[in-house]
T-cell receptor, first 113, second 114 residues
């Protein structure tokens, strides 16, 4: 089955800096890679996703890059703000298995004002 | 309001006492899943369902049962709970008209097994 590794487990940055979280996956059949954000005491929510037919996707201050050859993908947050502080999860799945999703271990991001 | 609901939100029980956590969605989603969240381990899928009467194991199915008799409901059953099932549980659904893959999570159920 799929295995997703996520690094780092914790990340501390100053407000305005950039933050990068990296994930690797094992199953070459995976072709859908979402990122979820979970604020303290809340449920996870999708913030951005990418499919294997593109290498990069951007939405305002967040972007995701994908390297299918190396089986890794990354989340980039620019101009970080204190409200970006949360736990971030990457995940991987095969689009033909819409209910099946494997998550990484999570990264606790802290943005210091 | 489109949502996924779970009950109860908090539960403290004892080893061996059967319990059920309910999950319901009002978005007519085809897919529903159960996850458990533990520190350092992320979200791990327990079971998922592709439609009524169609379910499959996720990564950590041992000690859990599920059923999908109606499209909107997907209860999680612990026949004989043990302390290692103490965790935060999330139900999720996906399969809407837009953003088919996006999983919508319920508010979570914090379970403690003594």
């Amino acid at each position: 089955g799929e295995n997703v590794e996520q690094h780092p487990s914790t990340l501390s940055v100053q407000e305005g800096d950039s933050a990068v979280i990296k994930c690797t996956y094992s199953d070459s059949a995976s072709n859908y890679f979402p990122w979820y954000k979970q604020e303290l005491g809340k449920r996870p929510q999708l913030i951005i996703d990418i499919r294997s037919n593109v290498g990069e996707k951007k939405d305002q201050r967040i972007a995701v890059t994908l390297n299918k050859t190396a089986k890794h993908f990354s989340l980039h947050i620019t101009e970080t703000q204190p409200e970006d502080s949360a736990v971030y999860f990457c995940a991987a799945s095969e689009c033909t298995s819409y209910g099946r999703l494997t998550f990484g271990q999570g990264t606790i991001l802290t943005v210091h004002p | 309001e489109a949502q996924v609901t779970q009950n109860p939100r908090y539960l403290i029980t004892v080893t061996g006492k059967k319990l059920t956590v309910t999950c319901s969605q009002n978005m007519n989603h085809e897919y529903m899943s159960w996850y458990r969240q533990d520190p350092g381990l992320g979200l791990r899928q327990i079971y998922y369902s592709m439609n009524v009467e169609v379910t499959d194991k996720g990564d950590v199915p041992e000690g859990y049962k599920v059923s999908r008799k109606e499209k909107r409901n997907f209860p999680l059953i612990l026949e004989s709970p043990s302390p290692n099932q103490t965790s935060l549980y999330f139900c999720a659904s996906n399969g809407g008209t837009f953003s088919y893959n996006e999983q919508f999570f319920g508010p979570g159920t914090r379970l403690t097994v003594l």
